[in-house]
């Protein structure tokens, strides 16, 4: 059985394989509206796009860390992730 790690992202626990992206984890908790990250100063809705850190649309607030890169940080246990949603 793969290794899973524990974190919460907008109050919510979400278990999920050793090894993913905070990026990876909010698509995973993600409803039917899609994963948000943030949402612009317009206040349009942001997310994931290049993967690879250089547009930093899935930027997020960390263990109170905010602008923090979703898809260049992986996950750890008890880790806190708060997005755009809460």
Known sequence: MAETITLEIDARTLSVP???TVAAAIARASDNAGVLTRRSVGGAVRGPL???????ECRVTIDGRPHRLACQTLCTPGM???TARS
């Open 18 to 20: 050793a090894g993913s």
């Open 50 to 56: 290049c993967g690879m850190g250089i547009c930093q």
């Open 80 to 82: 806190v992730v708060i």
